[in-house]
């Protein structure tokens, strides 16, 4: 069975993970490596000025103070390479961060800890995927059973060995439509589109007549482009994005076209 490391931004309690951990355990072995807090919008941070601490929170489930790329990081570096873990000697096949909570679509790429985390293990050498449930945060529908959607989509893909067509210093950034898997249209392989936010900074007042500030730009929509991942979910598809870290190898669009011919054997309609 394959090895693989699941991890995320949004806490090693978050439903979406643990839903995943659960649908991947009847085809693989899985370890959980996630944040002991929320750590949503921090980017591809990496702890170095202070110490790290990882809890065991349950058998093959831990929880680091970090952030989602040092998570990554001590799964690689410490679980699966210190001789005195259960997993010393075994290969880590594959790392999948989420089911993040809220689409990572456009530039929220740069943004994303969920994509931060398996672009850390992709920078390894280690297949990576990063799985997005794309709630609208305007009009919520907290039915978390729209995470199977997700989870079943991902547990599809890697019965089909996709972490053999992922090239090196690639990722895969999945973005899953928040419905139920008989409303959902298909899947499309993208490329990374652009978001449109306002640069609103809100000011208010503390209650000592001090001023503080919140950032709080409103989403307003997305470019209109072909092949987009926004436009993607937007058509109730899931988006597939190969993501590129060095401008070497396959071109983008040689690693779409691939990407495409794999999907089409797995997922026919």
Not at 36 to 54: A, K, Q, V
Not at 133 to 154: G, L, T, V
Not at 157 to 182: H, R
Request: glycine share 8%; aromatic share 8%.
């Amino acid at each position: 069975m394959m090895n693989i490391v699941l991890t995320n931004d949004d806490g090693v309690n978050a439903p979406g993970i643990n839903i995943l951990r659960e649908s991947l355990r009847e085809i693989a072995n899985v370890v959980v490596v996630a944040p002991l807090t929320e750590r949503s919008t921090t980017g591809h941070t990496l702890t170095l000025d202070t110490t790290l601490r990882l809890q065991e929170i349950s058998e093959d489930v831990y929880g680091c103070s970090g952030f989602p790329a040092d998570c990554s990081l001590m799964a690689i570096g410490h679980l699966f390479k210190n001789q005195d873990t259960k997993y010393f000697g075994k290969k880590i096949d594959m790392v999948i961060s989420g089911i993040n909570r809220g689409a990572n679509l456009g530039q929220d790429v740069f943004y994303s800890g969920t994509v931060a985390a398996a672009r850390e293990a992709a920078f390894h050498g280690i297949p990576s995927i990063a799985v997005s449930s794309c709630m609208d945060f305007r009009n919520p529908d907290k039915n978390d059973q729209h995470y199977y959607s997700a989870s079943n989509f991902i547990k599809t893909l890697v019965q089909s060995n996709v972490s053999k067509v992922i090239p090196p210093m690639t990722l895969l950034n999945v973005n899953v439509p928040w419905s139920n898997e008989a409303e959902i249209l298909g899947t499309r392989v993208t490329k990374t589109g652009l978001r449109k936010y306002s640069q609103d900074i809100e000011e208010r007042i503390d209650f000592r007549g001090r001023k503080y500030y919140w950032i709080g730009g409103i989403y307003k929509g997305f470019e209109d482009f072909s092949d987009s991942d926004c436009q993607a979910v937007e058509d109730k598809m899931i988006s597939i994005a190969p993501v590129k870290l060095c401008d070497y190898g396959r071109s983008q669009m040689e690693l779409m076209e691939s990407l495409k011919g794999f999907l089409q054997e797995v997922f026919p309609r």
